[in-house]
């Protein structure tokens, strides 16, 4: 799986289009919904700590995990901002070790989706089960298929700022489900210039009914799909499906 390394510095400038704000409601709102209104939750794939921070205001107890180094960095700064008690932990999600159980585990913005193997993913998904309390919740988001064939595809996204600029170059193979984004970075340097910087990134497109099929292999029970992120079931033009899993019960059996 790939970690964001000089596009770290500059991911939540060229993500602002994101509205985490609403997200995190979202979250707290099938948290809530299913008895967790505090106590500790996980977040996988947690970037610069965006949504971690967001949960944490809200009440929980985060830990945030990453396999990037340099996200974690612009995610302990925004921590030394603000003051929150959140644990950030440098590992990759298919490898994560936790103390002990949690109440529930998210995971957004398609961190999943860089899991390019299945067996990986539901290595991922039995980790999620064994660190889960008797009940516990685990929420995430995938890209469906449907957006990366349909949508990104083969196309260019480009953004030029006095901060930086990037060009996020997309292609899709239908037959192995694998889009590959190739990122040039430009920063700019003290002395006028610029730097820069190439990033490959691979993510998989999972259909609905595989990523079911896997929750249930990790011991999980599947409790809803939504068109992410509203109440609406997901159909076949969902751009980004919201799972809803829950632990069944493995620790008092």
Known sequence: MEAYGKFAQVYDLFMDNIDYESWAAYVEKHLKARGIEDGLVLELGCGTGTMTGLLAQKGYDMIGVDNSEEMLAEAMKKKMETGQDILYLLQDMQEFE????????????????????????????????????????????????????????????????????????????PENGINIYELAVFLPREDGLYEKCEELHCQKAYEQSEIEALIAEAGMELVAVYDAYTMNPASKDSERLFFVAKEKGKHTA
């Open 98 to 173: 936790l103390y002990g159980t949690v109440r529930a585990i998210i995971s957004v913005c398609d961190s999943l989706n860089y899991i390019t193997d299945r067996k990986e993913l539901l290595q991922v998904f039995r980790l999620v089960n064994n660190y889960l309390d008797p009940g516990g919740i685990f929420l995430f988001d995938m890209n469906t298929v449907h957006k990366y064939r349909d949508i990104l595809g083969e196309t260019t996204i480009a953004e030029n700022r006095d901060e930086g600029s990037f060009i996020w170059e997309n292609s899709y193979d």
